[in-house]
């Protein structure tokens, strides 16, 4: 196959699933911020967030197999997983690498979800707070060159943005009841920590 | 307060005396005397556990219908079976919690059970440890009891057990002494409730079977392991053979802890304090229900006949309100000890109790809405917790509603016409725990 | 009805896990019905065949795992 259709193929499902991460990332904040509307209540928002992710999975293993497969690069798919090994820019690919493996440890952790504690689930559920950083600046400093470029700027600056803004809600002062009625729970019923004979 | 006289401690082949079958004077002992060497005298040693038959105490606690004496009354050999089995499947030693904190304000008989016999609560305590293959005794009490105390006492007046017990303080909580809410405690020092999901039978302190028993339920299961389950039932009655502690309190001229045999005339009980049956009374405790003396005279004191009856026997109090007594005023205050004594960890218990408090109080002030939204939030609120205290509450609310809305509906039109009686001073204890009504939070649906 | 499974299906929640999300609701309200403060009303029984799918996506879709299908013997 052409080579120049796979590497343009690469860069443009690598942008694509920087959308789609970006989106995934908004809306799992969404969820857990309990964001839902009338016409798009929050069973919708996790829906959204699940269905996205498989889509972008599927844009990244095409975005993998393309940039492997189009042999410009020294790249194989070892390098997919173990990252800073690659003979073509270690650091920048490096960094797409070690995003891969958190989302195979978020995927895995929540095909499993049911079978493992809540806490377990939700300390690698958060390393998304880590991938989504990593996979941003893996498209920033590759030195394909398309990196650099404004359009490629305006898509990163765009996705932070949006990003921050889910987070600016996320962190606004949890004014739910039920979270508010808990919090008097530890003034109530301090926890002890010192205790003879247990 | 004490039964028949009780026959003269002899010997009987070098023995001490049985109590006479037909006593009632079992788990206090009459006059002085709760050291390890009165205790050896007027019952004896305690028989070694039959330990390599496993099942051996749940068959004779089987055979004596002993069932638990802190509020559930669920049949203690089912659940020594139950740990028994536990120990079998996880090959680990089972962990026996004698629960002695009686957290229920109405009830005092624990408090004098230990105060008076405290060796009968350890022996049964070691008797369970060592039929459940349990290689630890705790004595869960709140932190500033004087029974923590007297335990200490207790445990080193007599010989060595062979087994680690210790005498834990828990916070003074109502929530704290709830079974789970204990394991979870010695477990991780929070005093709460730990829910159903986790059966403490199995997996509880240290991650180990655990069996929790009331004292009071300990003692009786120490007088079955000595006399057997032919004693135990020669009192009482045959559906429930042998006796319970009762917690007498109110506007009774003696105020006290009686110990009776099940079956016995609520009349005849409260004659033991001085009182006769009339007007109201809160029976069970605090989660207990209200009942119209006059109506229940006859009714013989037993679980089963109490609650065919519409009363409950719950925790083992009977308070008797004063003439002129309002169930509404005490129900509103039980209400509010209830809102504020939850662990706040489940949505229906933290937002429902404060709103039923709220409507009972309304109710009380003349609010005629109250009723409806009483009848709406009370089957919403029933069951849906992690443990019991929600439907505790909503018992003890429902009874004061049908009481209001039945028999003394007279009162509940004079609430209405008035916002309010004037009633005596309240009755129903309540502890130290009663907090002001700031306290509460009325949670509204996002 | 011919029940094939000798087993039924019914919900449950852990009221100390529960958060009130809602969600649970959301994806199956035929069956799941949010009390006045948003905690979760469960129905008692076992759940009709039809609703299991959606049972188990009302499952998976609490943020905090509290709702959960039990395997229940039917008698």
């Known amino acids: 196959m052409d080579t120049q259709i796979l590497w343009y193929a690469s860069r443009a499902t690598g942008a694509v699933s920087l959308v789609l991460f970006t989106a995934v990332m908004v809306l799992g904040i969404a969820t857990a911020g309990r964001l839902g509307f009338a016409g798009f209540p929050r069973a919708a928002v996790l829906r959204l967030h699940r269905t996205l992710t498989l889509t972008a999975v599927a844009f990244i293993a095409v975005h993998i197999v393309t940039a492997i497969g189009d042999g410009y690069v020294d790249l194989n798919y070892w390098d997919v997983l173990v990252p800073f090994g690659a003979g073509f820019d270690p650091l920048w690919i490096g960094l797409g690498a070690v995003a891969i493996d958190l989302l195979i440890a978020i995927g895995i952790t929540s095909a499993l979800r049911r079978h493992l504690s809540v806490a377990v689930w939700r300390v690698v559920h958060f390393s998304a707070y880590a991938m989504w950083p990593l996979a941003l600046l893996h498209g920033f400093g590759n030195s394909g060159g398309d990196g650099h470029r404004p359009w490629m700027v305006a898509l990163d600056v765009a996705c932070v943005t949006a990003v921050l803004a889910a987070l600016a809600y996320r962190l606004r002062p949890d004014g739910h009841p039920d979270t508010m009625a808990r919090r008097t729970a530890l003034a109530v019923h301090p926890v002890q920590n010192s205790g003879a004979g247990r | 307060m004490s039964g028949p006289a009780r026959a003269p401690a002899g010997t009987l082949n070098g023995r001490a005396a049985i109590p006479r079958a037909t006593s009632t004077a079992r788990l206090l002992p009459v006059g002085a005397g709760s050291s390890w060497a009165d205790h050896l005298a007027r019952l004896g040693p305690l028989p070694a556990a039959v330990t390599d038959a496993p099942g051996h105490l749940a068959q004779v606690l089987h055979a004596s219908g002993l069932m638990g004496r802190g509020g559930a009354g669920f049949p203690t050999g089912r659940k020594v079976s139950s740990v028994a089995a536990a120990v079998l499947r996880s090959r680990t030693p089972a962990v026996v919690l004698a629960n002695c904190c009686e957290g229920d304000p109405t009830s005092l008989k624990d408090r004098v059970l230990i105060e008076r016999s405290p060796q009968l609560v350890i022996d049964g305590a070691l008797h369970a440890a060592a039929a459940v293959d349990a290689d630890r005794v705790v004595l869960a009490v709140h932190e500033h009891a004087p029974a923590k105390a007297q335990l200490l006492a207790a445990l080193a007046d007599r010989p060595d057990p062979g087994c680690e017990v210790t005498v834990v303080g828990v916070p003074s909580r109502y929530v704290a002494s709830e079974a789970t809410a204990l394991v979870r405690y010695l477990n991780t020092g929070d005093a709460r409730p730990a829910g159903k999901m986790v059966p403490i039978w199995e997996t509880g302190v240290n991650g180990r079977p655990t069996l929790v028993d009331n004292a009071e339920t300990l003692a009786q299961l120490a007088l079955i392991a000595r006399f057997g389950p032919a004693w135990f039932g020669s009192v009482g009655t045959v559906a429930e053979p042998g006796t319970s502690l009762v917690t007498i309190g109110g506007a009774v001229p003696r105020a006290g802890v009686v110990e009776v045999a099940h079956g016995t005339p609520l009349r005849a009980v409260l004659a033991r304090a001085g009182a006769v049956p009339a007007g109201w009374a809160l029976i069970g405790g605090l989660a207990g229900r209200w009942v119209e003396l006059p109506a229940f005279a006859e009714i013989g004191y037993s679980t089963g006949e109490l609650a065919a009856a519409g009363g409950t026997r719950g925790v083992g109090s009977i308070i008797v309100l004063p003439p002129g007594g309002c169930v509404l005023t005490e129900t509103v205050r039980i209400l509010r000890f209830h809102a504020n004594a939850g662990a706040r960890q489940c949505g229906p218990c933290m937002f429902g109790l404060p709103a039923i408090a709220a409507d009972m109080a309304a109710l009380a002030g003349g609010d005629r809405g109250a009723l409806d939204r009483l009848r709406r939030r009370l089957p919403v609120i029933d069951g849906r917790g992690a443990c019991g205290h929600p439907d505790g509450a909503v018992a003890v609310a429902a009874s004061a509603l049908s009481v209001l809305t039945g028999r003394d509906s007279a009162h509940l039109r004079q609430h209405r016409r008035a916002r309010g009686c004037q009633p005596p001073p309240s009755v129903v204890p309540l502890g130290a725990a009663e907090l002001s009504p700031r306290s509460l939070s009325t949670g509204v649906r996002s | ?75």
């Open chain 3, 1 to 75: 009805m011919k029940t094939i499974a000798r087993k039924g299906v019914v919900l449950r929640v852990d009221p100390i896990a529960c958060r009130a999300h809602g969600l649970c609701a959301e994806e199956l309200p035929e069956a799941i019905g949010l009390d006045e403060w948003g905690y979760p009303i469960l129905p008692s029984g076992p759940l009709p065949r039809e609703f299991l799918r959606r049972a188990r996506a009302a499952a998976a879709a609490c943020p905090v795992l509290a709702l959960r299908l039990q395997a229940q013997a039917r008698r």
